[in-house]
């Protein structure tokens, strides 16, 4: 007889007088089920916690090159930032200082008179500090020709103190005539509106500035 043959003479209510064939495939077929359930419930997930550990590994590799290289890098790294820190201060310290700033903004004044423009309004404002530097707006309204105008930006770059100049809200327009000046008035151009020029603020302007604006708990805290 066939082992079909057993399997389909099987007797469900007498287990024990099966053939050994019989016994020995459902008991196979037992433990394979047993098998696949433990891979399924266990062996799965532990693989995907395998492919994710993976994974970050990959991520972590990646992060460690490249943090790797900058520490190669760090002293050219450092040696850029002092370069560059140099030479911002360097800059700094070309711009006028506290006691400076009076003359030069004479000096402006008088350079647009010498290149033949007229100030028909030059009112400073106050200064606004910034940190390292403080602004200082001048609120002008200057009448001349396009070339005493270049004539002026000259006279102003050549100064001995780098002299930084900003515009806000200017126009500058044709003027129907200039105040003081015979002749034509063709080509004379009126400049009106707030320019800005700056300077370096010294150490003490500095840690009063940064007193004045830091949070409440910082002040308790530097003052015990």
Not at 8 to 29: E, T, Y
Not at 146 to 162: C, D, M, Q, T
Request: aromatic residues 10%.
């Amino acid at each position: 007889m066939s082992f079909f043959d057993d399997l389909r003479n099987l007797d469900r209510n007498n287990v024990g007088h099966w053939p050994k064939s019989i016994k020995g495939f459902f008991a196979f077929l037992i433990v394979a089920v047993i098998l696949f359930l433990g891979w399924w419930f266990q062996i799965s997930v532990q693989q995907e916690d395998l492919e994710r550990a993976e994974q970050k590994e990959v991520g972590l590799r990646a992060d460690f090159v490249k943090k790797q290289a900058q520490v190669v890098n760090l002293a050219a790294y450092e040696k850029q930032l002092e370069d560059m820190t140099d030479e911002l201060q360097q800059m700094i310290n070309q711009l006028p200082g506290k006691t400076e700033m009076p003359k030069l903004i004479l000096e402006i004044s008088q350079a647009a008179l010498g290149a033949g423009i007229t100030n028909e309004l030059f009112q400073p404002g106050p200064e606004v500090m910034k940190g390292f530097y403080a602004e200082k707006p001048i609120q002008l309204r200057m009448v001349g020709t396009y070339h005493e105008f270049g004539s002026f930006i000259s006279k102003v770059a050549s100064l001995p103190r780098v002299v930084i100049l900003t515009m806000h809200d200017v126009s500058l327009r044709p003027s129907t005539a200039k105040p003081g000046k015979a002749g034509t008035t063709a080509g004379t151009l009126t400049l009106e509106g707030t320019v800005k020029t700056y300077r370096y603020m010294d150490g003490d302007e500095i840690a009063e500035f940064e007193s004045a604006n830091a949070p409440k708990g910082a002040k308790a805290t530097g003052g015990k």
